[in-house]
């Protein structure tokens, strides 16, 4: 959606709006009119105590408009930045995965705050000043065409000349407004960097070099801001020297009608006039320019991504018998030339337990992500019984899959709603099965508000073990085909460690799982191991594997 469709999908919000954008003109003319009367009162002073009556009206009648006007307005506004905030935030969602992984969160959360902010504060200001100058130009023009038409033509020449000079100014404003959004992007990043790591700076005394890069990134951004000021600033003084030289000469040429029978309110209102369209025209015009730099940061937050079809797939997910992985190797798009994995075959049974093995940095994980739809081959293929995985609908992919990750995110809300994942149709009892299975049960009960208590931060009021054992009673209430388990047990002692997988190799899904620990009778009961190394994937009985103490090719 443009910006300008935007404005217009919320129709009598925006008639309120112009409506109470042009009350400020109708205060302008007054004022002008009124200044025309005062220095009228010069040659005939006895008009002196209406006009100063009529004054105190005006300045009344001004206060009461300008509350009206902000009333018509101040809505639309809200409602727009609002549909902005929305539109924004529905650009992420709709991200793909592998889209989304492009950019740190950091970089999103900078679009949702600095760059909304920053239309925010341009865009409006400048739209409400655009239709008052506006206004006030089309009204003035036209009395200079009624009162004096060598005026007013010569009063558009001028304001054309201007015109080109904004033209000129416009190009190297939006692109220093997108240099402060970008630079908004990297401090966010860093900011978001030094925050969560400010325990290894204390602990490693390094606050100090992490401070002078963090006013370094400050500096970089107010540099921008500066020069993007800097350029409106000259802009706007440009055009005030223009205009100012020409108000100077306006003044002059009229006031030698005085000679030809002309009134002194009449040569005043000939001169307020001229002056109202020309400083009307040197502040707008930067605004415009404003307006236009706001409008591509509008279309970088909110225009949606076009999203590669092809990899989509409209089949549902059908799982009867097995995954089938057919010659598959697979490199990231910033190396192609290195492989993690090449030409790897391997056949995956309906309801069968796999245990992921091999060194750090082998592709354990990739391979995980592989058989997760998370990455696609980069040749080969993966088949779900005879489908390509290419053909299966990600949606419906990903309703029959469930993850347990080493690194837990916990959003700050409920427990309850951080295992359901906000579903209100989960029953009560299918969730006191997930707390059981996932060893909460004992700890669940210790807290006063149960389920309902509220996480902090990433869940940082509850430990490690707990976090961990929540992510598992998530995956584990979603009765998922499949079960992708990356070191779930990695942060829990050995006893709890050893019943999450004894939980795990009972279930009825397919799991396949990465993990360094052993447990004694337990981990044997994996149905085959699969061992990662030299871009190669290697299947082994489970017994076979653990008596010859790991194998490695």
């Known amino acids: 959606m443009t910006l300008k469709q935007l404005l217009l999908s919320r129709k009598s919000g925006f008639i309120k709006y112009i409506i109470g954008s042009f009350i400020p003109i109708i205060n302008n003319l007054a004022m002008t009119f009124i200044f025309a009367f005062l220095i009228g009162v010069l040659q005939d002073i006895s008009q002196l105590p209406q006009t100063l009556l009529l004054s105190a009206l005006i300045a009344v009648g ?94 558009l020449l001028v304001s054309l000349l201007m015109l080109v000079i904004t033209r000129f100014f416009e190009p190297k404003v939006i692109a220093l407004k997108q240099k402060v959004s970008t630079a908004n992007e990297d401090f966010s990043i860093y900011s978001a960097n030094a925050l969560s790591g400010l325990e290894i700076l204390k602990l490693n005394q390094v606050e100090d070099k ?99 079809q092809s990899h ?32 790897v075959n391997l056949k995956l049974e309906k309801g069968k337990k796999y245990l992921l093995k091999g060194a750090s940095g082998a592709g354990k994980t990739t391979f995980l992500q592989l058989l997760s739809k998370v990455f696609l081959p980069t040749n080969g293929s993966i088949t779900l019984d005879d489908t390509n995985f290419n053909e299966i609908s990600v949606n419906s992919f990903n309703e029959h899959v469930a993850f347990i990750y080493q690194s837990v995110f916990l959003f700050n809300d409920s427990i309850r709603n951080n295992i359901t994942l906000f579903d209100e149709t989960i029953c009560e009892d299918k969730l006191n099965e997930a707390v059981l299975k996932a060893g909460l049960t004992e700890f669940i009960n210790k807290l006063p508000e149960g389920l309902d208590t509220i996480l902090e931060e990433n869940g940082k009021n509850i430990s490690g073990g707990e976090r961990q054992r929540i992510s598992i009673a998530r995956a584990l209430i979603k009765e998922a085909d499949i079960l992708f388990v990356d070191e779930a047990t990695s942060s829990l002692d050995s006893a709890l460690g050893e019943s999450i997988e004894k939980t795990l190799l009972d279930l009825d899904q397919m799991v396949i799982a990465i993990s360094h620990r052993t447990y004694e009778g337990v981990t044997y009961q994996y149905d085959g191991v699969i061992s990662i190394n030299n871009q190669q994937a290697y299947f082994y009985d489970t017994k076979e594997y653990f008596e010859l103490g790991g194998i490695t090719q």
């Open 210 to 308: 992490f401070f002078g890069l963090f006013q370094q990134k400050v500096r970089t951004i107010e540099n921008f801001k500066q020069r993007f000021n800097l350029l409106s600033e000259t802009q706007r003084v440009g055009l005030e020297n223009i205009g100012f030289i020409f108000t100077i000469g306006i003044s002059i040429l009229v006031s030698t009608r005085l000679a030809t029978g002309q009134t002194l309110t009449q040569v005043a209102l000939m001169i307020q006039i001229v002056n109202s369209v020309i400083w009307n025209l040197a502040f707008v015009f930067p605004l415009m320019n404003r307006m236009k730099a706001s409008e591509s940061i509008y279309s970088k937050i909110t225009t949606l991504d076009d999203i590669d």
């Open 62 to 155: 001004s206060i009461i408009l300008q509350i009206i006007s902000r009333f018509l307005r101040i809505g639309y506004m809200r409602d727009i930045l609002m549909d902005i905030r929305m539109m924004a935030f529905k650009k992420i969602m709709n991200k793909s995965y592998q889209q989304f992984a492009i950019n740190s969160k950091d970089t999103y959360l900078s679009h949702l705050v600095n760059d909304i902010n920053l239309f925010e504060q341009d865009f409006f200001l400048s739209l409400l000043n655009v239709i008052v100058s506006v206004g006030t130009y089309i009204v003035s023009v036209t009395l200079l065409l009624i009162l004096d038409p060598l005026i007013a033509g010569l009063t």
């Open 312 to 343: 989509q797939g409209t089949q549902p997910f059908v799982l009867n018998d097995s995954i089938t992985v057919n010659n598959v190797s697979f490199a990231y798009q910033d190396d192609l030339e290195r492989d993690i994995l090449k030409n």
